[in-house]
């Protein structure tokens, strides 16, 4: 698989990245998809400066293989965690959550390569001349904040219009979804719900236990009237949520404050009731805990298989 564009682009084994997820994707977990050939991804999001900088130490101590760091623009401590990625030589950051403009300049100039998520056609355009290297086309399929287009929908478009590699991701989370990825179009897919479950990831095992217990319809999007939807599994939190967004008395800031710290108290303190557990619609194929190392070889060899059986044993590697 080292033939593979994103492979060579970013160092790696294996075309897989892991989700940047707020609360979840520390050291270990990135440090672990790392050492399994994957792309590992340190999240940004709830870390202040210092924070994220012993995060990034601790994941040099366990990995001697590339990882990154997932920059959520909409984050507090978002110059600050740009400033460390920048002083700590990152290698490669993936961008969420807006428009990465106000940064790219910095980054591109401390030789960090940007990978953007982006949910439209428009936005790819955009960043692959703002300098970005690949653009992750993250369908409405996935966990935490989403689009409104389909992966199915999404990437082969987003492939059509930019020049550089595009990442596929939204509703992946084995062999057939990958190789439906790289028939789209896709140079690799990126995976979250799918690493909520690895043995190496820290998210409290209430949240983990709620993810294997998944089936397709239980996951819901709330949050569009404040402009910002997001797909977390059901609960009383969400129901409550929902209500109160049907309800025309209820302000923004109520439900801001609702939402606030929500996925904090399911993913560190285990509220899986009244905080949020945000996962993507591909939960319900979600059903093992396995390590990041049987979860990656375990995707890549299954999705080569089925594109063998298609085109057979001497089509080009994924």
Excluded at 30 to 52: F, K, R
Excluded at 205 to 226: C, H, P
Excluded at 233 to 252: C, G, I, S, V, W
Aim: glycine share 10%.
């Amino acid at each position: 698989m080292n033939e593979n564009e994103v492979c060579s682009l970013l160092g790696i084994e294996y075309p897989v990245i892991q989700g940047g997820m707020a609360w979840i994707a520390d050291a270990e977990l990135a440090a672990a998809v790392s050492n399994a050939g994957g792309l590992g991804l340190i999240a940004a999001m709830n870390s202040n400066g210092e924070q994220l900088r012993e995060q990034i130490h601790k994941a040099k101590e366990l990995t001697d293989k590339p990882f990154g760091v997932n920059l959520m623009l909409m984050s507090p401590y978002i110059e600050e965690a740009v400033q460390v990625v920048c002083e700590e030589n990152i290698r490669v950051v993936t961008t969420g959550a807006g428009n990465p403009a106000k940064y790219m300049e910095k980054l591109n100039g401390a030789g960090v390569k940007v990978i953007c998520v982006v949910a439209s056609v428009a936005l790819a355009v955009t960043v692959e001349r703002m300098g970005a290297c690949a653009v992750v086309a993250e369908g409405c399929e996935s966990g935490g904040h989403v689009g409104e287009t389909t992966t199915m929908a999404l990437v082969p478009q987003v492939v059509d219009a930019v020049n550089i590699p595009v990442i596929a991701a939204g509703g992946i989370a084995d062999g057939r979804g990958m190789a439906a990825a790289f028939m789209l179009g896709a140079k690799a897919v990126q995976m979250g719900t799918r690493f909520l479950t690895a043995k190496e990831c820290n998210v409290h095992e209430n949240y983990k236990q709620k993810v294997l217990s998944a089936k397709d319809r239980d996951t819901i999007v709330t949050g569009k009237t404040l402009g910002h939807p997001v797909r977390a599994l059901k609960n009383r939190m969400t129901r409550d949520f929902q209500e109160k967004e049907k309800d025309p008395a209820t302000t923004p800031e109520e439900l801001e404050k609702m939402g606030a710290g929500a996925l904090r108290r399911a993913a560190i303190e285990g509220d899986v009731r009244y905080g949020s557990c945000m996962c993507g619609q591909i939960a319900g194929l979600v059903n093992s805990e396995d390590t990041c190392k049987e979860i990656i070889e375990g995707i890549c060899d299954d999705a080569k298989r089925r594109i063998q059986e298609i085109y057979g044993k001497n089509c080009v590697s994924i």
